[in-house]
Structure formats: C-alpha cells, structure tokens
C-alpha cells in the first residue's frame, strides 16, 4: 500500500513538473512572440494645408512620416545650392504641387535670413529676406488658409503667400530656439526661446501665454514640438539643471506644465501616436547609455526598449506603428508598439563611420525608411531591414538635418548649404 501511494505520488510529482515545463516552454521572449501591430493613420489637422510634408517632420504628432512611397533607386536627380546658404537644424515643407519651402539664413549677408521657394524640379522661384541680421529661423510650415509661416530668431512670426511674398508679421513675447514651431488646432503657433520661455501666439498675433519652466537659465539644442492627437497638449525637451532634458508635456490652453520625464538632452523631437502616446529617448539610469521610452498621454511609462540608441536623433514611426531609432551599436532599429525589438540592422557595417553628429530618420508610407548618415551618405532600408540602396552624395555638406518626401516618390534632403532630390 506505500508503495502504491509513493508510486503514485511520484506520478503526480512529474506530470506536474511536465505541466509547468511545457507551460514555460510556451512563453516565448519579447520578439519570439512576434512584433505587435498598432495601426496608424494620418490625423487631420485643420489648421495645416493637406499637403505631402506640411512641416519640417511631417505632421504636428512629429512622425516622420510620408503620405506616399518614396525612392527605391537612390539616385540624385537634382540639387540647389546657393552660397552662404545655412540650412542647419532646419526643414523643408512641400506643398501639393511639390513646391519646396525652406526658410533659412545666409552666413555670406551676416545671417539675413530668407524664404527660398523652390520648384519640384529644384528651380529657384522665390527668395525674399524677411529679418536679419541674426540667427537661424524655425523651419517653414504651410498653413491650410494658403500661406507659409516661418518663426525667426527674435520670436517674430511671419507669413508669406504660396509665391513667397510677405503677408503679415506678428512679434512673439519671446525669441525663438525651436528648429519647429507647433501649430494648434486653431492655428495658434506654440514655440520656445533661449532661457527656456515657452510662448503661444494666436492667428491674430494675440499673445495666448508665457511662461518660464525650468530651473536652467539656457536651452537645448533646437528641439522641435510634437502635439497631441487632441491638440490639448504639446511635447518637448525642457532643460534641467539637475537632469539635463525633461520631457515635458504643456497644456497648449494654458501653458502649465502637465508632466515631466527625463530625457536625452540631445533628442530631436517627442513623437506622439494615434493614441496620445508619446515616444523619446531617454537616459537610462543607473546605465551609461540612452533607451527609447514610450508614456501614456498622463505621463505614466509604458514601456522601455531594451536596446541601446543614439542621441543624437529623432524617432519615426510606420503605418504599422513600428517605431525606428538610430542604435548605439551603429545601427537601424525597428520596435514595435509594445517596446520589443523586432530588428536590428548595421547601418553600413562600417563602424568607423558611425555617425557622431546624429542620423535624420523619415519611413515612406510602405514603411520603407531612409536615414540621412555620416553628413555623407542616404540609405534606404525595406520593411524587413534589407538595405535598399545607399547613395553617397556628390557634395559633402556639413550638417544633413532635414528630410521630407513628396508625392512624386521623391526624397528632398536638405543639408547645410545644400538642398538634393533623390529618386
């Protein structure tokens, strides 16, 4: 009789044991699972024109995302220089007839900055001086009403018709340091100066708000603001004394400070998806070395990427809601919505030219993504992470800073002294 019960005790012991085996067997690690996908859609924004590359990333959520497939090839069809031209931390906007709009400044007539127009073939149209001497300008932005606005460095708001002529300017309270202004549901223009002044200007140039934040008495590199599907909020870096960046989200009403999270203080600009989450890269602690981070419209963190990224760049997100960032190791990585790697690829395997100065990301609308490397060179990436093509540019700007992809299937580069059009 015991050594029936002990027999069958054992019995019992092992298909218990088998049961928790087989159960552990069947959860796989993060990307063994499979990547999860979170579908995004283009949100409309009333107060900006409908056209491929409104703003310098895209759209308000800073997504960097193009509404059509862009270049497979990787070739330079055409380019545009001008001498003294200082297109640095600086975007192009396309409207829907593929006309480009850049506002930048001229080293060469001491920083006079103007607003160069040019057409989808890369010819000059427009170039009107609009203030200066100074230093650089916001990115330009096409507004629904038919006109381009352009921040410049003394806070003043200026727009221009889609010819390039001068239609008004309004004067902020403050100076400008954002490389792009935000634009409200209103068209209310949300932008920051140095000292950490945040300021909303209305349409009618009433000043909405200002308001200091920060313990800092200077700002950031020049950080774009990224909006709220709702647009009751905007996100962007805030300088710390103690912690460097603060990811800070404000209420656009109001200008009051909702919530705040570290962050790289190098970061380019806070994504936002269709759901109000909000994207950046951040320094993880207790480490030496930066993560992408992803929090809840109320600032509670959802997620941290196990993977290492570079700092010095922005975010990009698929109509997939896959998210892409520059990697530490020197490479492209592709996460997906719930913070897993799904991919990791070199960039050129060739560590030497790691790029130290930060890598520009934009993804077409198959989720092919392009990178701007190295000051030097274009890659193009397929939705699996296969390298498409990589295009050495025929002359070497200092600073690549701006992509933007038009309805054409174009890629538009815009680098310091240099505008390039790649198909």
Known sequence: MRETIKTSFVLVLALVLLV???ARDKTPL???????VCPQQDI?????????WPVMWGDMQCTARGKYPGPRIGRVVWSFSQEGLYAEEVGVAIAEDGTLYLAAPNMREGMRCYLFVLGPDGSLRARTFFTGPGECTSSASLLARGRVLAVDH?????????????????????????AAPAVGLDGTVYFYSWGNFFSGVEPSGQVKWSRHVGSSSYSLTRCSLAMSPDGRSFYTLVHDHQFGALLTAFDAHTGSVRWQATASP????????????????????????FVVRSFTSGGQLRWASPARAGQSTNLCMSSDGYLFAYGAGDSLLCIDCEGRVRWSTPMLGRPELASEGGVRLVVDSEGVVYACYNSRYVLGFGKNGTRLFVCELPAMPYNLCGLAISCTGQLIIVGEGWVYCLE
């Not at 708001?157 to 309270?173: K, L, Y």
Request: net charge negative; charged share 15%.
């Open 154 to 178: 003394a806070g003043a708001i200026h727009e221009f018709d889609m010819q390039g002529n001068i239609q008004g300017r309004h004067q902020g309270p403050h100076g400008n340091e954002a």
């Open 30 to 36: 993060g990307p063994a699972e499979g990547p999860a």
């Open 266 to 289: 190098y970061f380019l600009s806070p994504l936002v998806d269709n759901e109000g989450n909000v994207y950046c890269i951040t320094f993880k602690q207790g480490a030496d070395h």
């Open 44 to 52: 409309p924004w009333p107060s900006l024109a409908n056209s491929p």
């Open 20 to 22: 928790l085996s087989c």
